[in-house]
């Protein structure tokens, strides 16, 4: 093993370590309110992975709920960005889909290196023995699908390929976009520039990582929730200020944002990392205020500035597919590895339709409507 990976194994590691020590004894809710699951652990050469077990509990937050990602996140998202007739036409398949689901029991699910955001990052492959992974997670917990998610087809190749070949089935999740050059990016694309240089015209505040004070983490899940769960889905994690609190202190986040005139937070951007990947799992502004504050464009340059600054890659997640393309992100389909060898056959006969359908039709569909 190189010395490089060696140090990204090791800082992944203590990040791990952390995230662990930070939820040992407690109850999940008390850091995302719509989320009932179990937080465990497995050992790895990278070091240890989070893990989440999930039991089926009804109207969780879809980043531990395979029914909620594929039924009702799906449904929301055809209803808001598909013509009609798509919409339509996925209603019965959505519908079919949850009643297998709920026969089946596909809710009952373990998912591995589950960091409860949208966007998990994982260690180097080669440091982890995948096929010994699988067996311990089955051995573990053998009435639940194994599931690994947030694997892309650029990033995670090596992944999604040592996940097959020990016999998991992919199923499609969502498109993301990446940014592999942002000083690339920020010379073709003119919303890039114009973005980055708002930082600096914007009559607002900057207020840094360190100017965040312990009365601003309620601002910030007040602002991350009018976005995510006003806008977006009723099933995004709904993060509470003692998990950002929490998670800010032990440097598992890192916050920028503008405050106004009265000091009180307008706009927040929250980067998580591993090496030289970021994700910006927390964005929030006042969606009360006028668009023409450009409170949005503020949070994402935060990022976009950020990352060029300190040369990392950005994964910016899925949503707001325009905007991200306008900016210079390539998209790049996600997958999830599910593991159902150990379970009855209809419950592996489930896993495998779903990998079928998300494959068949959800791909092309993000893939055509630019999703």
């Known amino acids: ?49 989070p893990v ?10 879809w980043v531990c709920s395979p029914r909620t990602t594929y039924v ?25 889909t949850g009643a297998l689901m709920a026969r089946a029991g596909l809710d009952r699910a373990v998912s591995v290196n589950n960091w409860l955001l949208s966007t998990n990052l994982y260690p180097v492959v080669g440091a982890v023995d995948v096929p010994a992974l699988l067996r311990e997670s089955m051995d573990r917990w053998p009435d639940h699908a194994i599931w690994l998610r947030s694997l892309n087809e650029v990033d995670d190749d090596g992944w999604l390929a040592a996940l097959e070949r020990a016999g998991c089935r992919l199923v499609a999740s969502r498109q993301i976009y990446l940014y592999e050059d942002l000083d690339a990016a920020a010379a073709r694309h003119r919303d890039l520039r114009r973005d980055l240089k708002g930082l600096l015209r914007t009559a607002l505040t900057p207020c840094a990582d360190a100017d965040i004070t312990d009365a601003d983490y309620a601002r910030i899940a007040e602002l991350y929730t009018l976005l995510y769960i006003g806008k977006y889905s009723r099933f995004s994690p709904a993060y509470t200020a003692g998990f950002l609190r929490a998670w800010h202190a032990a440097g598992l986040l890192e916050f920028e944002g503008f405050r106004g005139e009265d000091g009180r937070l307008l706009t927040v951007l929250g980067l998580f990392r591993h090496g030289r990947t970021a994700t910006a799992p927390i964005v929030g502004y ?86």
Not at 12 to 18: D, L, M, S, Y
Not at 78 to 91: D, G
Not at 333 to 353: N, T
């Open 52 to 61: 989440t077990v999930h039991d089926a509990e009804p109207g969780n937050a």
């Open 286 to 371: 006042d969606t009360a205020l006028p668009p023409r504050l450009g409170l949005y464009r503020l949070a994402t340059a935060c990022a976009y500035r950020a990352c060029r600054e300190q040369g990392w890659r950005l994964n910016f997640s899925a949503g707001a597919s325009g905007f991200k393309r306008f900016r210079g992100g390539v998209p790049a389909i996600e997958y999830s590895a599910v593991m159902a060898a150990h379970l009855p056959r209809p419950r592996r006969a489930a896993i495998g339709l779903l990998s079928q359908a998300t494959r068949r039709i959800g791909v092309p569909l993000l893939r055509r409507y630019r999703l």
């Open 72 to 96: 009702d996140c799906a449904g929301e998202e055809s209803e808001r960005y598909l013509p009609r007739w798509a919409t339509r036409a996925l209603r019965p398949v959505l519908a079919t």
């Open 1 to 49: 093993m190189s010395a490089r990976r060696d140090l990204q194994c090791d800082r992944f590691a203590e990040r791990a370590r952390t995230f662990a020590a930070l939820h040992a004894g407690v109850p999940v809710d008390r850091f995302v309110r719509n989320l009932s699951a179990r937080i465990d652990t497995l050992e790895t050469g990278a070091g240890p992975l």
